[in-house]
């Protein structure tokens, strides 16, 4: 066989490459070099990546086919399909393999640099080198697609390559000492195979059935899974919300998929190993789309916090309550049962049940219903909930805080018309100018121009998403930001457009006061924004409610209440009145005129006095939805930024926290008063939160005999648990279900892909934390890989065309305001105002509202109402305490008449629940039916049927003494219907007799009885009876004979008589209808009989045996 030189001197001299027909590996002359070049330039990109495959593993004329495979590589990357690496290295983007990097152990193997089979560097060694065949260039990928353990690497400077054993090298510097022999070490291990030669599959073949090989796997069984930089990379990716379809750095899809149930796996165990040992779990849920997503958040002895994803079942029956507990139910146990369909695990379903002590939803009917059938305070159909209390020990049921601070906004502004109706013609409604510029793309176009040229806050459109209310916030700011553009576009359309009727409309009523109320209302949203955004964390300390609270009303006071200066701090006002007062002016171009907008000496005033309403309906709605009573506000106590001082009412909160948590009260303020100096300390050297504060006291008082004999915490653990994993938000549910709408969609997982979906769900929400800590769910996954995977055959490499290349809005907004500076400059500045004016007289509330409105008086009430309830449920759960007799007795009356309430609406839910189940059973399928099994009855056949042979039925020619009518299915008679309803029996098909597919409606006299005493009396007019004698006929006898209702005359009709009618022409029914009697037809008549007194449960389609 020639050598390379001899190769290359041919090369050289002839010119010659390789055709591109793989069967044929001869030289071609000069003219074919040409031609050849041509056919690229023509062929396909699928037909030369095949080809470039082919060359690179081709055995005859070696480095002339690297040759023609370096020429095809240029040919691909001036196509985009492959690109150049950072070192110069050559790659497919798809279908080429990439091994990665390995960090070789240094005192094993000193010196060698790792080559994948691909590399640039290793394609120009093997042109270079005269004594080698370079066997790794040629089926390097080959070898290890079979030894995924192969990896091959230059000795130091040198042109020698060597290949060795991953899993061998990495086995003997774990278990072999430093500066140790290491002759006597396998030559796989120290990466000194050497020569080519011996580079068979046969040899590696051999290794890898080695004893020491095998040793080596056996120490490290997850030596073939990804590597841990993989998982961490996948884990950063899913939380960040990336695509889920997006396999990523060229992973094959398959691989992925089992990296995700892994990682899910391992995840789970991870919360399962914690949820074991928690002392405090709260539970946050909330349902989108038919899916009930659960959170938990939960705390151990130690006082390390842990939260995640418990499961995300799918309401596929109904949203109702019992449908809400039974998904709760089936996540939990689905949770508590580790890999996929095994067998619960009993022990920490118990834990977990038996130590959920709050559960935090929003203010839904049907989740507030769902939390009392968990806690057995209300009745459930479900046999499991029925027998036992499935959270047995729960404290508290909380209500989502950032749903409660909408009311702030959302409400009182429906009872300030002033504020309503300029605010809902700028921005809210569907005419509104906001809404037409935002829909149209052409007139967005014009107003990002429009603000592009000029100098104030850069935005990018005025978008709200309508079904919340709260983000009409940021259309409103920026309509105040960018007034001048926004009028520049509107003149733009009047100018080009003759139907805009809404903008005309506009126009006409804008004005100064107009202006500067909806510069008002943005303050207003703004100043709510700020404070719903604090609550709107599912880790927000519930200690600093009272003191968050606070804050936000004395930043409304400072603004809209006393001293009312609004105008006059850095916002949207200031900003609005500064346009309309400076030059040039703002002014109106409409109907040919033009006008400036001025701003008068009153309008000022006028504002102000049009947001006092706002301003008392924000204390009222805060004290109903933030009650002074409640377990969160009590535990304003463990809020260490007062600076040491404490509450008046300490001992009230710690006597309140002390009945839920049902621990000592004296125990709990000598243990509280013992240990806070230790965490205001702590909180004072370390500048941390009062979480953290609390965290290390207990800590610290607890490392050793000593200390726990000084610092007892017995009682005060439990609150310090419950401090620490208690929320009063369920925004991490939320956020969850949007992370998940960007990152694959809402319909991406189907019907039957329920488990794959809530795996996906549980690795999207995942956080690093010392509990779940990021290190422990790989090494994990890693092992539950390992297991299902024989060998791991790496990825393949794949880079982004713009990669490096530096892209975003940042460079365009290069020495401009940008929008969320600005926001922050403004809350900045209400804040100082508050600060700078804290010697102000409070306002009294309650001689302010009996000023206001119906509408304000209305919403109040409303308010109070709300705070009344929550009484009510305080005191019914116990820590509703220092009542006076009179207000004692009243509450307990309250709680006692909504206990009856509940149990009455629950009986009429469970009655409504039975009657759906039975019309549903009904419904569904035909049943098989012998009408033999009537037994010996009394037979009626309608006119026209002839009697056939109906053995054990009687005939009865009268039809009142039957209780079965034979009829034609397809015109059934009122009277048949009428004499089954009166006599309890059953209306039959005809051709049942005869064997075919019929139908059976049985009655039940039960019902007819409750129908009786519904309505005892009937009245017949005159022109029914004259109509209708063979229905009066049976009506008499009904009455007379049968006692079904009592019959009366016209003068004695009431409310609670049915009136028979002959229709809506019957001269008596202008009479009836001002006696208040219930006049129906015949046929509605009977139509309202049968619906009442139907047995569904006896009553289907048959089909004949």
């Known amino acids: 066989m020639p050598s390379s030189t001899v190769i290359k001197e041919t090369v050289k001299k002839e010119a010659t490459i390789l055709p591109l027909k793989s069967d044929s590996c001869f030289p071609l002359n000069p003219e074919a070099l040409t031609k050849q070049k041509n056919m690229l330039k023509n062929m396909s990109t699928k037909g030369i990546q095949a080809k470039w ?60 640099t790792l080559v994948s089979p691909s590399s640039k560097k290793l394609v120009e060694h093997g042109q270079r080198c005269q004594t080698s065949d370079n066997a790794w260039l040629l089926k390097g990928s080959f070898w290890r697609r079979k030894f995924p353990w192969l990896r091959a690497g230059f000795a130091g400077n040198s042109n020698i390559l060597t290949v060795g054993c991953k899993i061998c090298a990495l086995h003997a510097a774990k278990f072999t000492a430093a500066g140790s022999d290491t002759s006597q070490l396998s030559p796989y291990a120290t990466f000194s195979v050497r020569p080519e030669v011996t580079w068979k599959s046969w040899r590696f073949r051999h290794h890898a059935q080695s004893k020491y090989h095998i040793a080596a796997h056996a120490a490290d069984p997850t030596s073939h899974a990804p590597a841990a930089e993989e998982w961490q990379d996948l884990v950063r990716k899913l939380s960040r919300g990336h695509s889920q379809r997006d396999k990523g750095d060229g992973t094959p899809s398959t691989r992925t998929k089992l990296m995700h149930y892994c990682l899910s796996e391992a995840i789970l165990h991870a919360y399962r190993v914690f949820l074991a040992s928690a002392q405090s779990i709260t539970l946050m849920r909330d349902e989108r789309q038919g899916r009930l997503l659960l959170r938990f958040r939960a705390v151990d002895a130690n006082l390390r916090v842990c939260s995640g994803c418990i499961g995300q079942p799918r309401l596929v029956e109904g949203k109702t309550s019992e449908h809400i507990a039974r998904a709760t139910v089936k996540a939990l146990k689905l949770f508590c049962t580790p890999g996929f369909g095994g067998s619960v695990d009993e022990a920490l379903l118990s834990h977990v049940r038996s130590h959920v002590h709050i559960m935090v939803t929003d203010a839904a009917s049907a989740e507030l219903l769902a939390s009392d059938i968990l806690r057995s305070r209300r009745r459930s159909d479900q046999a499991e909930l029925q027998r036992d209390v499935f959270f047995p020990n729960i404290v508290l049921l909380g209500r ?78 920026r309509f105040c930001l960018n007034m001048r553009p926004i009028f520049d576009v509107l003149h733009k359309i009047l100018a080009l457009k003759e139907d805009c009727d809404w903008l005309h409309k506009w126009m006409d009523n804008v004005s100064a006061k107009k202006l500067l109320l909806v510069a008002a209302a943005a303050d207003a949203a703004d100043t709510v924004m700020e404070f719903l955004r604090l609550m709107d964390n599912e880790s927000q300390d519930p200690a600093i409610l009272n003191s968050e609270v606070h804050s936000f009303l004395r930043n409304v006071d400072i603004q809209f209440g006393q001293p009312g200066q609004v105008f006059d701090v850095n916002g949207y006002s200031k900003h609005c009145l500064d346009l309309l007062q400076a030059e040039p002016g703002l002014y109106v171009k409409h109907r040919g005129q033009q006008k400036r907008l001025r701003v008068s000496a009153g309008d000022r005033r006028a504002v102000l006095e049009a947001f006092k309403p706002w301003v008392h309906l924000c204390h009222e709605a805060c004290e109903a939805e933030f009650p002074h009573f409640h377990l969160f506000s009590s535990m304003s106590v463990l809020d260490l930024r007062s600076g040491g001082r404490l509450t008046d009412d300490r001992y009230a909160c710690l006597q309140r926290l002390a009945v839920a948590l049902q621990v000592d009260e004296q125990g709990l303020v000598s243990e509280f008063d013992a240990l806070r100096p230790v965490a205001m300390a702590f909180r004072e050297q370390q500048d941390c939160t009062s979480r953290d504060a609390w965290k290390q006291a207990f800590r610290r008082s607890q490392a050793s005999s000593a200390l726990r004999e000084k610092y007892e915490t017995k009682n005060l653990a439990p609150l310090l648990q419950a401090h620490a994993c208690w929320t009063t938000s369920s925004s991490g549910v939320e956020q969850a279900f949007s992370k998940a709408e960007r990152s694959h969609g809402a319909k991406h997982f189907g019907p039957k892909a329920a488990d794959s979906e809530r795996r996906a769900m549980v690795c999207l929400t995942y956080n690093d934390s010392p509990a779940a800590s990021l290190a422990s769910v790989v090494d994990k996954a890693r092992a539950l890989y390992a297991a299902r995977v024989s060998r791991h055959l790496g990825k393949y490499q794949r880079k982004r065309l713009d990669k490096g290349v530096k892209t975003g809005p940042r460079a365009k907004l290069a020495g401009k305001v940008v929008e969320k500076t600005w926001i922050k400059r403004r809350r900045a500045s209400v804040r100082a105002a508050a600060a700078s004016t804290s010697g102000q007289k409070p306002v009294d509330h309650e001689v302010a509202i009996a000023n206001l409105s119906q509408k304000a008086q209305k919403e109040i009430a409303n308010s109070r109402e709300t705070l009344l309830k929550k009484k009510v449920e305080a005191r019914r759960d116990g820590y509703f305490l220092g009542l006076g007799a009179a207000e004692g007795l009243s509450l307990e009356q309250a709680a006692a008449k909504r206990a009856r309430e509940d149990a009455k609406a629950d009986q009429a839910m469970h009655l409504k629940r ?166 129906h037809s015949k046929d509605e008549f009977v139509q309202l009989l049968t619906a009442a007194c139907i047995d569904y449960g006896r009553s289907f389609g048959v089909s004949a045996a």
């Open 914 to 1079: 039975k009657k759906q189940e039975s019309q549903l059973l009904s419904t569904t399928n035909a049943r098989t039916w012998r009408w033999q099994s009537l037994g010996p009855a009394k037979a009626w056949f309608a006119t026209g049927l002839p009697p056939t042979a109906c053995a054990p039925l009687l005939q009865e020619q009268d039809i009142r003494a039957a209780s079965v009518f034979v009829v034609d299915d397809s015109a059934i008679p009122s009277k048949a219907y009428f004499m089954a309803v009166a006599t309890g029996g059953c209306i039959l098909s005809y051709s049942l007799l005869l064997k075919r597919a019929g139908i059976k409606s049985q009655y039940c006299l039960q019902k007819l009885e409750s129908l009786k005493r519904k309505w005892p009396t009937l009245h017949c007019t005159p022109d029914f009876k004259q109509q209708e004698p063979a229905m009066t006929h049976l009506l008499r006898w009904a009455v007379f004979e049968k006692k079904m209702w009592s019959g009366v005359a016209l003068e004695n009709v009431r409310k609670n008589t049915i009136c028979l009618v002959k229709d809506k022409t019957d001269a008596n029914l202008a009479q009836l209808k001002r006696a208040g009697g219930h006049w």
């Open 53 to 112: 495959g082919y060359l690179k593993n081709c055995s005859p004329f070696k480095n002339q086919a690297r040759t023609l495979a370096r020429k095809i590589e240029k040919e691909l990357i001036r196509r985009g399909v492959m690109v150049e690496d950072d070192d110069d290295e050559s790659t497919l983007t798809e279908g080429s393999w990439h091994p990665g990097v390995m960090a070789l152990p240094a005192k094993i193997v000193p010196d060698v």
């Open 400 to 477: 989502d805080a950032s749903h409660a601070c909408m009311r702030l906004l959302k409400r009182p502004w429906h009872v300030m018309d002033d504020v309503k109706d300029a605010v809902s013609s700028t921005v809210t409604n569907k005419e509104s100018l906001a809404q037409k510029i935002f829909h149209s793309p052409n007139y967005s176009f014009w107003l990002q121009e429009a603000i592009a040229k000029g100098a104030g806050p850069q935005t990018s459109s005025l978008s709200a998403a309508k079904h919340r209310f709260a983000s009409f916030a940021k259309p409103l700011g």
